[in-house]
């Protein structure tokens, strides 16, 4: 009777060692998809970033997406004068290679990311870089810096 009731209490064991193992595996599998998405989400977010700037000067895409303090950095009007100096140039001559990648501070979370493009203007060549992160709940841009070269 004895062995009887260890045999049971031992395969008890066994059944929630086995669930909770399931269940660990099953929360990796979670954080590795959902970081790898995360990514795929961060580097496209970064390429439009750039894309909505320098190619369609779209105002409206850079104010909704600036982070709380590049808010201050960038009230409204400087705002529109970084995109009247980017109208400026004109349309690039080819579309911006964008280079760049999303990195996570700590293994799974706080993603972020550094974006760089080359942009071959009609009389002069630029450079832009933006940094982007995603904190809570959505994409945002972190840094801006846009230099032009001389004109040719």
Do not use: C
Not at 50 to 70: G, T, W, Y
Not at 88 to 97: C, I, R
Not at 104 to 124: D, K, L, M, V, W
Not at 135 to 146: A, K, T
């Amino acid at each position: 009777m004895k062995i009887n009731q260890r045999s049971k209490l031992s395969g008890q064991i066994l059944v929630v060692v086995i669930i909770v193992l399931v269940l660990i595996g099953i929360g990796f599998w979670w954080l590795f998809s959902n970081k790898q998405e995360m990514a795929k989400e961060g580097n496209e977010f970064g390429r439009k970033a750039i894309h909505e700037l320098v190619v369609q000067h779209n105002v409206k895409f850079f104010a909704d997406h600036l982070s709380p303090a590049m808010r201050l950095q960038y009230p409204p009007s400087a705002q529109q004068d970084l995109m009247t100096q980017l109208a400026k140039l004109g349309t690039p001559l080819s579309p911006p290679n964008v280079e760049g990648d999303i990195v996570f501070q700590s293994h799974f979370f706080e993603p972020n990311g550094n974006f760089h493009a080359h942009i071959n203007y009609p009389t002069r060549g630029a450079d832009i870089n933006v940094a982007v992160s995603h904190p809570v709940g959505r994409w945002q841009i972190d840094e801006i810096n846009f230099t032009a070269e001389m004109p040719r």
